[in-house]
């Protein structure tokens, strides 16, 4: 087991080279110098044939030549908007404080480019409105638009969800940390111009679960209670915060988040309750009928490939219909992982079949898979998965909903249009 883990992550940080297409390549420019870019694109793209990150530019130029140098990137630009001007660039991937990510966007689709954005998408519901419904990406032929919500494309959320019965979902936990050591004061996630806050860096993600689990949206965020460095400077962004919310059919979303964890990562998790429901059973007699309760849980939702397990627990019942008088009761128990689609399919489970062909190895980390989806919307091929605009229109709702209740207010919006 642990040299799996050694081996697994190994490779996803070093995954092999492979030969790059003569035809096709889809060149990408990166906006910023940004420490995410390594693991969001620069890495993926080595394994990917018709991927090459081409150029990058970054506010100053000698970081921008360091960071080119140290990542085995061709060009370096003098400034973001150089890259939108070169021919040779295809797609931008943008990873600037999220303050900047509406109006790099907007630039980056006007100049004909695709475009990986790193989430949020952008600072408030208003920004994407505009963002997701420009003219630009109504055409025959629009330009590919993706908030980077890379968790989504891994094979360990979506069997995760092929657990799931979205209608009859009760409850539903989140939650996620950052160690401590990792952020100071003075890290962009603490800076409120700069659009941060903790339900922006992490909080996003326990939001994106919570709609993924309903398969819906949430009607109103009942409560939100926050932490924050109380010292004038920084007191506008939540270090850590408590949110709920209430989905259609009275059931409860919660969702919780620390950016000052303890020493010791704690995987993410997502556990989800389900109401009790009837399940056909034509070997009992018509005067019996049998009942489930499920409780489902994912452990390790946002990076799957480092470690995670779903947790399946069945609760079944069979009683008599007359007087619900209890005939027997007893509990399954299932674990399952899905490190790869195919893992998926061998590991069983219900629907396991669905995920038969997909593309992938166990050492793919979610960034990989998001990285195949994005190149073959591009190409025009089909994508087993996606982010649409109206689904991130509808995530910065849920954000500003959250922000609303917990008193700190909407993050800046730009005036860039």
Same mark, same amino acid.
């Given at each position: 087991?642990?040299? +799996?883990? !050694?081996?697994?992550?190994?490779? /996803?940080?070093?995954? %092999?080279? @492979?030969?790059? $297409? ?14 995410? +870019?390594? !693991?969001?694109?620069?890495?993926? /793209?080595?394994?990917? %044939?018709? @991927?090459?990150? $081409? ?23 003098d400034s973001y908007q150089a890259i939108l ?203 019996q009928e049998k009942a489930r309760t499920r ?123």
């Open positions: 087991m642990v040299f +799996a883990l !050694l081996s697994r992550v190994y490779s /996803a940080f070093g995954p %092999p080279k @492979v030969e790059k $297409q003569k035809d096709g390549i889809i060149r990408f420019g990166i906006l910023g110098a940004a420490q995410i +870019a390594p !693991l969001a694109i620069i890495t993926p /793209a080595i394994n990917h %044939p018709e @991927v090459i990150i $081409q150029a990058v530019a970054a506010r100053d130029r000698k970081r921008a030549e360091e960071f080119a140098k140290k990542h085995g990137i061709p060009d370096v630009h001007d070169d021919p040779n660039i295809d797609a931008i991937f943008i990873p600037l404080p999220n303050s900047l990510h509406f109006e790099w966007a907007v630039r980056s689709i006007r100049a004909g480019k695709h475009v990986l954005l790193e989430k949020p998408s952008v600072n408030t519901a208003a920004e994407a409105e505009i963002l997701f419904n420009l003219p630009e990406l109504k055409g025959p032929n629009p330009p590919v638009l993706l908030e980077a919500f890379h968790n989504r494309f891994h094979p360990a959320l979506q069997k995760f969800l092929s657990f799931i019965d979205h209608e009859n979902v009760a409850h539903v936990h989140t939650d996620s940390m950052v160690p401590a050591w990792m952020t100071d004061k003075d890290n962009i996630g603490y800076n409120y111009k700069m659009g941060g806050g903790g339900m922006m860096m992490m909080g996003t993600y326990n939001f994106g679960m919570l709609r993924l689990i309903f398969g819906t949206e949430p009607q109103e965020c009942t409560s939100c209670t926050v932490n924050t460095f109380e010292d004038g400077v920084h007191d506008q962004c939540d270090i850590d915060f408590k949110a709920q919310f209430r989905f259609p059919g009275g059931a409860i979303g919660e969702a919780e988040t620390t950016m000052r964890g303890g020493l010791l990562w704690k995987p993410s998790e997502a556990r989800v309750t389900h109401r009790e429901v009837i399940v056909p059973d034509s070997a009992l007699p018509a005067s409780t489902a849980t994912l452990h390790g939702f946002i990076h799957a490939v480092m470690w995670h397990r779903i947790d399946v627990r069945d609760e079944y019942v069979i009683r008599n219909k007359k007087d619900g008088s209890v005939v027997r009761k007893w509990t399954e128990n299932n674990s399952y992982k899905a490190y790869s689609f195919k893992e998926a399919v061998e590991s069983g489970g219900e629907n396991a079949e669905q995920f038969k062909g997909f593309p992938g190895e166990v050492w793919w980390m979610s960034y990989r898979y998001q990285l195949e989806a994005f190149v073959n919307k591009v190409k025009g091929r089909p994508t087993q998965f996606w982010v649409s605009g109206e689904d991130s229109l509808n995530q910065m709702k849920m954000l500003d909903m959250a922000y609303l209740k917990s008193g700190l207010g909407l993050r800046p919006t730009s005036s860039f249009r």
